[in-house]
């Protein structure tokens, strides 16, 4: 769930914020002048056809329409990760998006790290991150009660009814709520489980046994309906995850059938597009 990864409010806005009012701003469609990256340092400079800017801009003004321009550093910006500051600089006309064979390579390779947000989509979960600890005190309490409605915001009372996969409704599929940026045709999914995915204390990594549960659930749930070239699976180190306390993992498929993805997902929504239409949960 994952998985999963926004707009400005100026810094004289009195109304308390609420999740959905944060992304009306940076969804308008604006004119923007050229920027371009400079690495040396990770910001941006502005050209326009009629003038030149020579001083770079930062990193949480890129991407972000001149006149919604913040007069300082957003609250939830200050102390990201040196990583997100890195995307956060980038023009999203410059972001490449990951081909289907490029995200079978990383996931063979465990290259996880190299998955990316758009950056103006990371920016938008960032945001909506930071509201939803303020409204639900975690992101977790969030997801327990809004996204896999397993009772309250209480970890401790997700009891599984049975073994690792033995009972269908100790998992549950839902699409990854902020996904990478992929190219068109490659559908997220995040597999929650009730249950906790066994892990070797030395590596972090899945245990033998462990990983072949979840390559026989991937086959009885997705490789039945979906070619198995377009079917790949992952589970984050546990220093990427977003989200602890709940087990999950990641599925990938390429140009699935909707009907069979909205199947399997019971209709699911993810949250990025509830954002987008201003829904509230």
């Not at 070619?227 to 984050?236: E, G, R, T």
Request: charged content about 30%; some cysteine; hydrophobic content about 30%.
């Amino acid at each position: 769930m994952p998985h999963t990864e926004s707009g400005t409010y100026v810094a004289e806005h009195r109304e308390a914020p609420t999740p959905q009012m944060s992304f009306t701003l940076v969804d308008e469609e604006v004119t923007k002048p050229h920027q371009r990256v400079n690495g040396a340092n990770g910001h941006v400079s502005l050209s326009h056809p009629r003038e030149q800017h020579d001083q770079p801009l930062p990193y949480w003004l890129v991407n972000v329409p001149r006149e919604q321009w913040p007069e300082t550093c957003p609250e939830w910006l200050r102390d990201t990760s040196e990583k997100n500051k890195g995307i956060l600089a980038t023009p999203d006309e410059e972001f490449e998006r990951l081909s289907w064979e490029e995200v079978k390579e990383i996931v063979r390779s465990n290259r996880i790290e190299l998955f990316r947000r758009v950056p103006s989509e990371l920016r938008r979960y960032l945001e909506y991150m930071h509201h939803i600890k303020q409204q639900y005190g975690s992101v977790m309490g969030f997801v327990l009660e809004k996204r896999l409605r397993w009772g309250d915001r209480n970890t401790e009372n997700v009891i599984p009814r049975g073994r690792p996969f033995e009972y269908d409704d100790d998992v549950k599929i839902l699409y990854n709520d902020w996904p990478y940026g992929l190219e068109p045709g490659i559908v997220h999914l995040v597999v929650w489980t009730k249950f906790g995915l066994d892990e070797d204390p030395d590596t972090g990594d899945l245990t033998d046994p462990m990983r072949r549960q979840i390559d026989e659930y991937v086959d009885r749930t997705f490789r039945s309906r979906v070619p198995a070239d377009q079917v790949i699976w992952f589970k984050n180190w546990r220093s990427l995850k977003s989200i602890h306390a709940i087990e999950h993992f990641h599925v990938m498929l390429y140009r699935p059938d909707p009907e069979f993805v909205r199947e399997v997902t019971e209709g699911d929504v993810p949250l990025v597009e509830r954002v987008r239409r201003g829904e509230s949960f």
